[in-house]
């Protein structure tokens, strides 16, 4: 499955128009997340972020990759891939993706995002469903970025999901505040956050910490336009998580 999203990634990338002007940028980065689960004790979550934009003159491929493991006593490996394509210009953006997502269970995903940009602020939607083999996730997350300069922002988010068959329902919503900085003419980014999900069964508090390296943008606020910034798949990723 990972090797067929990379693949059209690639058959979408080679043929795509106006190669010669186009541009790419990305980033790759760790993460460090904190999981308080009511009633539980806390679990360390460490992981790798990978993520790729190609823009060929307004219409953007982008392929991210996350890997992680849970430190829950037992060390469970979690990981997500996906592939996102779609228009973009300086106001708005529009895209689908699909994805898979694994952490024992494994399920494809597929939805679809979009972003609007005023001066100084950046708005993301998403909306998603995760399969696995007959229970399914879906989500729909809503944030914004206020960027008080072009190398720092603030974060808000709401989101809600549920999960249905199999005998199992349930629902959740969650909301979180974060930040972003980037080190003026470096390419280091440091986000920080912490988000409350409210479920049926136990709520939980999540904090995190991520550091990246990125390239071909300047500042945060150009790689928030600009870069891989397409976040319905991850966001769709984490829900997700919440069930299980």
Known sequence: MKMKLFGAAAAL??????LAMAQTTGEVGVHYNNLDIENTP????????LGVAH?????????DAISGRYDAG????????SVAAGVRNDTYAAYGFVGHTSFGAEAPSIGFGGQFHLDRLTFNGSVGVADFNGFDVRAVNVDGVYYFTDNFGVLGEVGYGEGR????????TSMGVGGIYRVSGSPMTVD???????HDFNDSDLLRLGVSLTFGTSTAREAARTGPSFDGARR?????????
């Open 42 to 49: 806390d679990i360390d979550v460490w992981g790798l972020d």
């Open 74 to 81: 037992a060390d469970i490996g979690i990981s997500n891939v």
């Open 165 to 172: 068959g199999g005998g199992l329902d349930a629902d959740w």
């Open 13 to 18: 990338a080679l043929a795509a128009p106006g």
């Open 236 to 244: 769709l990723h984490e829900q997700t998580i919440n069930i299980f």
């Open 55 to 63: 823009d060929f003159g307004g219409f953007t491929v982008q392929g």
């Open 192 to 198: 920080f956050g912490y988000r409350r999900t409210e």
